[in-house]
């Protein structure tokens, strides 16, 4: 198996660090592989830049960092133009086109959808929109299945927001697959 | 979200339907975990970035298995609560980086004093003063040994990985308690808020240390500071059966002080030999590919991982170099570091600090211009880029 590198970029309160755990636990608890999830924030509790790194591997992770992401998602523009020069030729960039305009060129794929519309528009509020990019994210990457990711979210949030998660999940896995090139 | 439904959320979080007790936790947590593996009753504590959540998961947990928890005022009586706490029976522990670390360091000398077993976690970041807040550093190795004033010795523990700062919080409460003494674990922002999987052993596979309490009787004089043949100090717990005086002042075997000098001698000499006489049992480490090592890097804590991930690609390579971790930082294995890099050509230290590990590898080892130090202190990671750099200009590659 390939060895997947993810960077994932925003503003805090975005919930980027809470996708990137979910991700890592969804490999490393429900499907028996190596992941590792670091992450580097300002002492800011809201608003400030926020990034947060995950590995998944067969095999063992010691530097926990990602230096050069084969995955980047960037969820503002500050992100996009801090990160979007480090991702790997060949790489592919996750962000939602209605709040990122990547003007940087890379030799690398840029996926825009309007997740976080489509969140709105369907649960009516914006909390599950990270969970949304996740999805998408994952049906882009296939680094993890969603199987795997609703167990993971099951066993992280109460009941009360199972079903909301779930929804958001697919909404932004069915996105990414509809546009899929 | 509710107070309820977050900690529902939070017991649940990255629990494992199986047999086995496996989590996927970041290391703050594994060490909570760790601290309730070796049975810790008490927490006293002030929140401080990179260790809150240190404080935040014993706050819920303690309670729930009778424990105590605390937030004090600030970091000088939440140290001073944990001594108190020991005393009166309970294992006890605080956490903190290293604005408080600095602000605990008289109550932990005088913990040393009165030979109080205690647990201090320091996940350290960048410093002097406030610093980086939310970044890595390992500047405070010197300041765990010698931040307290006057000669003592301590013991100073850390760990790369969550499976290991697990282990190790439960062998620093093992040897708090067996050697009555402080012991500082010295994690890294790195290490505190990575996640990893954890496996939780099942109680009882890895030793848990159980306090050693007198046999002396109520009614019948008790001398705290009569050590047994074997020089241990057994507890009678303080507001119990026994009626004694604790100071940090130097005193006799009844707690009171003394100024005698053979006395105060007899003091000192113990307080520092129970520790450095045994520096050979208290050393931890793990190595890597040492046996044939032309090139041994000595490191410890997160950049450790940086160390060995460069190790194993340039051993794919073909390149005989090896990594010797350290996991006791303090008593300083000196006989340990000596041996293991004396067949080496060079030795590089990786660290993310100015060389305080250096410097003592340097004095143990056989040849130390052979010593050469890596190292970042701007508040990232040291990478396997950057040690692999200085390994080229040492071993005149160029650049």
């Known amino acids: ?181 | 979200m509710g107070r309820t439904q977050k900690q529902a959320t939070a017991r649940a979080a990255g629990r494992n339907a199986g047999a086995q007790d496996i989590r996927f936790v970041q290391g703050n947590e594994a060490c909570v975990l760790g601290a309730l593996y070796a049975g810790v009753g008490f927490f006293a504590g002030y929140p401080i970035t990179p260790s809150t959540e240190i404080a935040e998961h014993l706050a819920e947990q303690l309670p729930r298995r009778g424990g105590v928890f605390i937030q004090m005022e600030d970091e000088i009586s939440a140290m001073c609560a944990v001594c108190g706490a020991s005393l009166a029976g309970a294992k006890a522990m605080t956490a903190t980086s290293g604005p408080g670390f600095s602000l605990k360091q008289e109550a932990i000398g005088y913990a040393c004093m009165a030979e109080i077993p205690c647990v201090v976690v320091d996940v350290q970041r960048a410093g002097p003063s406030t610093g980086l807040p939310t970044k890595v550093s390992q500047g405070d190795v010197n300041q765990a040994r010698w931040g307290a004033h006057g000669d003592h010795s301590i013991v100073v523990l850390t760990a790369s990985s969550i499976q290991d700062v697990f282990s190790i919080t439960v062998e620093a409460f093992n040897i708090a308690e067996t050697y009555r003494t402080p012991v500082i674990l010295l994690f890294d922002e790195v290490v505190g808020h990575m996640r990893e999987k954890l496996v939780i052993p099942p109680q009882g596979d890895l030793e848990v240390v159980e306090r050693l309490r007198t046999e002396v009787r109520a009614g019948v004089n008790y001398h705290p500071y009569l050590p047994r043949e074997d020089g241990r100090l057994p507890i009678s717990d303080f507001g119990g059966v026994h009626r004694y005086n604790v100071t940090g002042l130097f005193h006799d075997i009844f707690g009171f002080p003394t100024e005698k000098p053979e006395e105060v001698t007899k003091l000192v000499y113990h307080l520092v030999d129970k520790i450095e006489n045994r520096a050979h049992l208290l050393a931890r480490h793990k190595e890597y590919y040492l046996e044939d090592a032309e090139h041994v890097i000595v490191s410890y804590g997160s950049s450790a991982r940086s160390a060995i991930h460069l190790v194993e690609g340039r051993r794919r390579k073909g390149d005989r170099i090896g990594l010797l971790e350290l996991q006791t930082l303090w008593p300083f294995p000196s006989q340990l570091v000596r041996e293991k890099t004396a067949r080496a050509r060079n030795v590089f230290v990786v660290e993310m600090n100015m060389g305080q590990v250096k410097s003592q590898v340097k004095q143990a080892a056989v040849h130390p211009d052979r010593v050469f130090l890596v190292n970042r202190m701007d508040g990232m990671m040291v990478t396997p880029t950057d040690i692999g750099k200085v390994m080229r200009i040492i071993e005149g590659r160029g650049f």
């Open chain 1, 1 to 181: 198996m390939e060895k997947y590198r993810f960077l994932m970029s925003g503003s805090g309160g975005q919930g980027v660090i809470t996708m990137a755990i979910l991700l890592a636990e969804a490999a490393a608890i429900h499907e028996g592989r190596n992941a590792v999830q670091s992450q580097s924030y300002g002492p800011e509790a809201r608003g400030g830049a926020t990034r947060s790194d995950v590995i998944v591997s067969d095999g063992p992770i010691f530097f926990p960092k990602v230096l050069q992401p084969n995955y980047l998602v960037a969820l503002t523009n500050e992100a996009a133009g801090k990160y979007l020069p480090l991702i790997r030729p060949g790489g592919l960039c996750l962000y939602d086109s209605d709040m990122v305009t990547p003007d940087v060129r890379v030799d690398a794929r840029k996926k825009g959808l309007p997740l976080y519309a489509a969140v709105m528009k369907k649960l009516g509020k914006p909390v599950a929109f990270n969970i949304c990019v996740l999805g998408a994210l994952a049906a882009l990457t296939e680094a993890v299945s969603l199987a795997s990711l609703e167990k993971a979210l099951e066993s992280r949030f109460a009941k009360a927001h199972h079903e909301n998660n779930r929804i958001a999940l697919h909404l932004g896995a069915d996105m990414a697959r509809d546009c899929k090139d």
